[in-house]
């Protein structure tokens, strides 16, 4: 069974910078896998943030962006904000009709 | 703008049968660069993937809910829907459908573009 791994946690300042990360428990991450992003707040649906690895989606700030970074997606956030303090979700799609979902990282911003 | 919607009964007994209706508006269910998934959030946990459904009918599941899932779909209505037979407490989970996006711009891309605001479902007796 493919398990997507994301840290559990991460913490970044105000104004401060913070690239969380979507591995694989075995392999590489590539953009074949067509990694996405996610932001859910509590008490809302996911929001779309970013597609195909590093194509953001409508509405989405430039200091949001996506890449390939070693065998991992990252979403770097550049800049962080109060209100980007979430957890973040990436997804992975397996191919023949299969996404899985990462375990999510919650974002603290203090 | 392309809206979903999730409607169902809130409230599910073990061994008895999870049913919900995902309701598409502002376009059509049957546009061949999107599928059509369903999602879901126990709470305070992260999300999970169930399966997905194109126009056509096709679909493809989690491998981990071994086969007690079944979307379908009605072109008709531009609604598609989620069985879960066999459910257990830890069925009990926030349920989303949200569209795939499947290519933009003549490219692959394979994400959920839009969701739906999500329902509640808890299964007891």
């Known amino acids: 069974q493919t398990v997507v791994t994301q840290e559990p946690s991460f913490s970044v300042s105000p104004g401060g910078t913070v690239t969380l990360t979507c591995g694989l428990s075995?392999?590489?991450?590539?953009?074949?896998?067509?990694p996405s992003w996610y932001q859910q707040t509590p008490g809302q649906a996911p929001r779309t943030l970013i597609y195909s690895t590093n194509t953001r989606s409508s509405g989405v700030p430039d200091r949001f962006s996506g890449s390939i970074l070693g065998n991992k997606a990252v979403l770097t956030i550049t800049g962080a904000q109060a209100d980007d303090e979430s957890d973040y979700y990436c997804?992975?799609?397996?191919?023949?009709?299969?996404?899985?979902f990462g375990g999510g990282t919650k974002l603290t911003v203090l | 703008q392309v809206q979903l919607q999730e409607s169902g009964p809130g409230l599910v007994k073990p061994s008895q049968t999870l049913s919900l209706t995902c309701t598409v508006s502002?376009?059509?269910?049957?546009?061949?660069?999107?599928?059509w998934s369903w999602i879901r959030q126990p709470a305070g946990k992260g999300l999970e993937y169930i399966g997905r459904i194109f126009a056509s009918g096709s679909t493809n599941y989690n491998p981990s809910l071994k086969s007690r899932a079944t979307i379908s779909v009605d072109t008709s209505k531009n609604q598609f829907s989620l069985k879960l037979n066999s459910v257990t407490a830890a069925d009990t989970a926030l349920y989303y459908c949200?569209?795939?996006?499947?290519?933009?711009?003549?490219?692959?891309?394979?994400?959920?573009?839009?969701w739906g605001k999500g329902t509640t479902v808890s299964v007891s007796s």
């Open positions: 502002g376009g059509s269910i049957s546009n061949d660069i999107f599928h």
């Open positions: 997804v992975l799609y397996m191919g023949s009709g299969i996404w899985v």
């Open positions: 949200a569209r795939l996006r499947i290519a933009t711009a003549g490219r692959n891309c394979y994400y959920m573009d839009v």
């Open positions: 075995s392999g590489s991450v590539s953009t074949g896998y067509y």
